[in-house]
Antibody, heavy 120, light 107 residues
Framework: QVQLQESGPGLVKPSETLSLACTVS??????????WTWIRQPAGEALEWIGR???????NYNPSLRNRVTILLDTSKNQFSLMLNSVTAADTAVYYC????????????WGQGVLVTVSS | DIQVTQSPPSLSAAIGDSVAITCRSS??????LSWYQHKPGKAPELLIY???NFLGGVPPRFSGSGSGTHFTLTITSLQPEDFATYFC?????????FGQGTKLEIK
């Protein structure tokens, strides 16, 4: 059974960098069969696709965040990570990681999500 | 970005009822649409991909239809465990985008 679990600080100060990791079990981020994706949901708002990475190193980001976001793979830890710099209160959200299909883009499974609050 | 408009935002129904939730995309996305179920405090779960395809383990009372710009998730014979939030996602064009969600509540 494939499982994903987000981890990282729940509180980040404005202007600093948000860093989260997603640990994968039951699958390998080194396989060329899936994308590894980050999504977030501010309270009361729709989900927002942040970006994804493939084992080749190719990554795609939401243009709304492109200049601030980096997604990396760590094959030694079977993890992928999210870094979002220069955060503001608008980045306060529940952050999810998920495994993505290559052809149809579905997301399965997802992690449970982690709330990150940006506040001083 | 492709906009995805989901309706209704909330829905009240009784056990045994059938309900339909729709998503409309601002551009043609063929069948690149997935549906998810989300319960509070849990990971969202994929129900349907490719507009009408199931992964294993999804009960047959869930079905998806549509193509182009108009899609429907139908749940027949509602069970207590079906009361949750449902949302759709288009994966035809980057950035992938999501509907606003439909909260299905017990009447």
């Amino acid at each position: 059974q494939v499982q994903l679990q987000e981890s990282g600080p729940g509180l980040v100060k404005p202007s600093e960098t948000l860093s989260l990791a997603c640990t994968v079990s039951g699958d390998s981020v080194s396989r060329d069969t899936h994308y590894w994706t980050w999504i977030r949901q501010p309270a009361g708002e729709a989900l927002e696709w942040i970006g994804r990475i493939y084992i080749s190193g190719v990554s795609n980001y939401n243009p709304s965040l492109r200049n601030r976001v980096t997604i990396l793979l760590d094959t030694s830890k079977n993890q992928f990570s999210l870094m979002l710099n220069s955060v503001t209160a608008a980045d306060t959200a529940v952050y999810y990681c998920a495994r993505g299909g290559l052809t149809m883009g579905w997301l399965d499974p997802w992690g449970q999500g982690v709330l990150v609050t940006v506040s001083s | 970005d492709i906009q995805v408009t989901q309706s209704p935002p909330s829905l009240s129904a009784a056990i045994g009822d059938s309900v339909a939730i729709t998503c409309r995309s601002s551009q043609i996305i063929y069948t690149h649409l997935s549906w998810y179920q989300h319960k509070p405090g849990k990971a969202p779960e994929l129900l349907i991909y490719g507009a009408s395809n199931f992964l294993g383990g999804v009960p047959p009372r869930f079905s998806g239809s549509g193509s182009g710009t108009h899609f429907t998730l139908t749940i027949t014979s509602l069970q207590p465990e079906d009361f949750a939030t449902y949302f759709c996602q288009q994966s035809y064009s980057l950035p992938h985008t999501f509907g606003q969600g439909t909260k299905l509540e017990i009447k």
